[in-house]
């Protein structure tokens, strides 16, 4: 049975919590309750690294995969651009991936495979995201 750790209400509600306890996955949790500023602040990805990764790594778990749902899925995306080397995976779902501006960017280019200049008014690690998504 998976250890849960961390503020979960919001997934205990929504049935993320019991679809894994379901599953009997051999995996623990940890959910963060992360401020949407720390997202805009760029900040995400330190405190992904100081409160989960790092604690992880220290008590001897050997595979790390960051789950993430909509803004959360940013967010460990954004963890992939900046430190891929510490986690071993990631699983998301209803993905969060900037305005609509990225969206309207890429498709007059025809696509992702064709889309290749990050539009000067969106942050850079948010096409380095959907770059990503091109492999």
Same mark, same amino acid.
């Given at each position: 049975? +998976?250890?849960?750790?961390? $503020?979960?209400? =919001?997934?205990?509600? =929504?049935?993320?919590?019991?679809?894994?306890?379901?599953?009997?996955?051999?995996?623990? !949790?940890?959910?963060? #309750?992360?401020?949407?500023? !720390?997202?805009?602040?760029?900040?995400?990805?330190?405190?992904?690294?100081?409160?989960?990764?790092? +604690?992880?790594? #220290?008590?001897?778990?050997? $595979?790390?995969?960051?789950?993430?749902?909509?803004?959360?899925? =940013?967010?460990? !995306?954004?963890?992939?651009? $900046?430190?891929?080397?510490?986690? #071993?995976?990631?699983?998301?779902?209803? +993905?969060?991936?900037?305005?609509?501006?990225?969206?309207?960017?890429?498709?007059?280019?025809?696509?992702?495979?064709?889309?290749?200049?990050?539009? +000067?008014?969106?942050?850079?690690?948010?096409?380095?995201?959907?770059?990503?998504?091109?492999?």
């Amino acid at each position: 049975m +998976p250890t849960i750790k961390g $503020k979960c209400l =919001h997934y205990e509600k =929504h049935g993320f919590v019991e679809a894994v306890r379901e599953r009997r996955f051999e995996a623990d !949790l940890k959910i963060l #309750d992360i401020n949407p500023v !720390l997202y805009l602040q760029g900040r995400i990805v330190d405190v992904v690294k100081t409160e989960m990764v790092d +604690p992880a790594i #220290d008590s001897g778990y050997k $595979k790390i995969i960051l789950v993430g749902i909509s803004l959360g899925w =940013h967010g460990a !995306l954004f963890y992939v651009t $900046k430190a891929s080397q510490d986690i #071993d995976g990631v699983v998301v779902m209803a +993905p969060f991936l900037g305005g609509f501006f990225i969206n309207d960017v890429i498709q007059s280019a025809g696509g992702l495979s064709r889309w290749e200049e990050c539009p +000067p008014i969106e942050w850079d690690y948010v096409c380095d995201m959907w770059k990503l998504l091109t492999f």
